[in-house]
């Protein structure tokens, strides 16, 4: 990121990274910079969509932000991998980053500002604040497997939201519980926030997008296709009348302990109406799973019943 040459010197905590053709996107380092820039937007009568991520984007990031772009005026896109959500250090130290590579990706897709905020700066010495959504929301799934791994979720959502200030939030679908722990929260402390939650998008192959996968070698990758291979043989045991949760969740388990180096953290039918794990599935559950391919941890889920996914079976 340079500053902006003939533009003229950015103000304290804000760059302009420049562009040949004149573009810019604004990259903004601090709280105080990011509220000035939204008071100062919202008081022109503009309104603002947020994508919130933790970096290394990928065309599910990207295609969250052509969302936010037809729900408002102004985009703004934060980049942040937050250490509170990490139940794991040597996960949280692997964790992919690519931080010019993402800048240059959002200038193309006409980003109006990259919120970028330093660790010091979103938990300065002291800091003691957390938020924490209780209930059937976070009592499985991710919330049991990683503790503490939502509390830092809500924490640092609540944060951007205070700093960014979006008329709109927008979120991916692949992470379920997560946009509805955040629904949740935005409902119970009254953020004045319109939640949008984008679709999960896919690679050819079925695997769904994540800035994780950057880390699969490529064996790793192939059996990381057991993962939406087994969530699909599921999905059509149920479309073919099995309503029993455990030969559900066992048949993606099965598939993906075939191949090497697999771990399941967890495979669990959950009824959305309440989000509670069942013991008999129906068309208002999802199939949810969490694995691991050579250490990667990577997660996805099936509406049971619904589309298919993208994967060859072996029949």
């Avoid at 936010?68 to 937050?82: E, G, M, R, W």
């Avoid at 039918?269 to 691991?292: M, N, P, Y």
């Amino acid at each position: 990121m340079k500053p902006p040459g003939k533009r003229g010197l950015a103000a304290p905590g804000r760059v302009h990274n420049a562009a040949p053709a004149g573009a810019f996107v604004e990259s903004i380092l601090t709280v105080k910079a990011m509220q000035s820039w939204s008071r100062a937007q919202q008081h022109a009568g503009k309104r603002i969509a947020f994508v919130p991520t933790m970096g290394a984007l990928h065309e599910g990031h990207l295609s969250l932000v052509r969302l936010a772009k037809t729900k408002a005026d102004l985009v703004v896109v934060s980049i942040f991998v937050n250490p509170t959500q990490f139940d794991r250090p040597e996960d949280l130290e692997r964790y992919p980053v690519s931080l010019e590579a993402d800048c240059a990706l959002l200038l193309k897709e006409g980003v109006d500002a990259v919120y970028i905020p330093d660790r010091a700066g979103m938990y300065p010495d002291g800091f003691a604040t957390f938020v924490n959504v209780v209930g059937p929301l976070s009592e499985s799934l991710c919330a049991m497997a990683r503790p503490g791994h939502f509390r830092g979720v809500t924490t640092v959502v609540a944060k951007l939201f205070n700093a960014v200030k979006p008329d709109v939030a927008v979120f991916g679908q692949k992470d379920l519980q997560q946009a509805l722990i955040v629904s949740r929260m935005i409902s119970d402390l009254d953020f004045d926030i319109e939640l949008v939650v984008g679709p999960t998008l896919r690679e050819v192959d079925g695997l769904a997008m994540s800035s994780r996968n950057r880390r699969l070698s490529p064996e790793q990758r192939r059996s990381a296709l057991a993962l939406p291979r087994g969530l699909e043989k599921a999905n059509r045991l149920f479309q073919d009348g099995e309503r029993n949760s455990v030969a559900l969740t066992t048949a993606v388990s099965e598939e993906i302990l075939l191949e090497p180096e697999t771990e399941v953290d967890y495979a669990d039918v959950i009824k959305l109406t309440g989000f509670q794990e069942t013991d008999f599935a129906d068309d208002g559950s999802v199939l949810a799973v969490a694995a691991f391919f050579g250490g990667v941890r990577l997660i996805d889920h099936i509406h049971l019943g619904g589309k298919p996914l993208p994967v060859e079976l072996n029949d």
